[in-house]
């Protein structure tokens, strides 16, 4: 019997789609407020996977708009009530529900500040809607399982087609206009060969850079959410810097590289680790030592990266039913979860 999330994962090249169709107007009027603002620096309020999907928008704004961009713990203004200087801002949440009361309270401060905000959410109407002065809907349809798959990746298209719209760039225009053709392609991968090598281990690494670290961090949630595994998320580089002291004989790592300026940095570590006995796998045809998993080239770096987690979606939600469990509505979670 199919799962929810498996479903959703199958629907995320028509999500796109519809995005892209039904949103273009919204999308270009957000894109030119913010070339109206020419804002000094951006912020980002999110939290969980929508925080991960912020954290791809941060590097692909960094890398092509070259301002650069700041996560805000949204306790800044619900509970410390912080009054933050945003006037020379914008300001980007993010929110499946757009209900969460933290998330809210900090995307409304921000707009009193006098930011350009943006809401990427995928209920409207809703609160973070009405805080925000650009609100997009990201138009992924119902999601039902827990684990948000289909959300997580509308947002960041959402935001990508901001970007384009807001810096002009073509090429990147083009890229998010064909990632509807690109997932259909990379939602078929196959990554089961992972499974054997994850074995009895109890840990394992997600290691990225750049826009590909914030797919690492999305990865590790979902080893978490839906296997009930412990896995953490590092930079590549970070790894090196300590982490690596637990990377010994057949602890796996999963590594996400993209055809980007640092794919050759990040297939070195894959070596580098695998030669310390680690069972390696890694999206990259640049390793010599570690395994190699099937990935989709869409031809620009950024959605390059984004199209990664299509086949990682397949894979855990495989990986939990393997282990007996229920990817749909993991123990202890729920699907809107509300802070202060």
Known sequence: MQTNMRREIDEIPEAAARL???SAMPLAAAGAALRAKNPAFLVTIARGSS????LFLKYAIELHAGRP???????????????????????????????????VAMAQAATRAGAVSIALTNTLPSPIAEACTHPLDI?????????????YVNSIVAGLAVL????????LKRAVADLPNQFAKAVKLDWQDFAADLG?????????????????????????????????????????????????????????????????????????????????????ARAKKAKRLPFVETGHPITDALALILPFYGFVEAWSRSRGLNPDAPESLKKVTETR
């Open 20 to 22: 892209l169709e039904r």
């Open 51 to 54: 925080d991960h999907a912020a």
């Open 69 to 103: 961009v700041a996560s805000l713990g949204p306790s800044l203004a619900s509970i410390y009530g912080a009054d933050l200087k945003l006037g020379g801002a914008a300001a980007i949440a993010i929110s499946q529900s757009g209900k969460s009361p933290d998330i």
């Open 139 to 151: 138009l992924a349809g119902p999601e039902i399982a827990v684990a948000a798959t289909k959300s």
């Open 164 to 171: 384009g719209e807001w810096t002009g760039d073509a090429a």
């Open 200 to 284: 009895e281990a109890e840990s394992l690494y997600v290691l990225g850079r750049g826009p590909a670290l914030a797919i690492a961090s999305e990865a590790a949630l979902k080893f978490k959410e839906t296997s009930g595994m412990h896995a953490e998320a590092y930079s590549a580089a970070e790894v090196l810097h300590g982490p690596v002291a637990l990377v010994g004989p057949k602890f796996p790592v999963l590594v996400l590289a993209a055809r980007d300026a640092a794919e050759a940095s990040v297939a070195d570590i894959a070596d580098r680790m695998s030669a310390k006995g680690a069972v390696v796998q890694v999206t990259s």
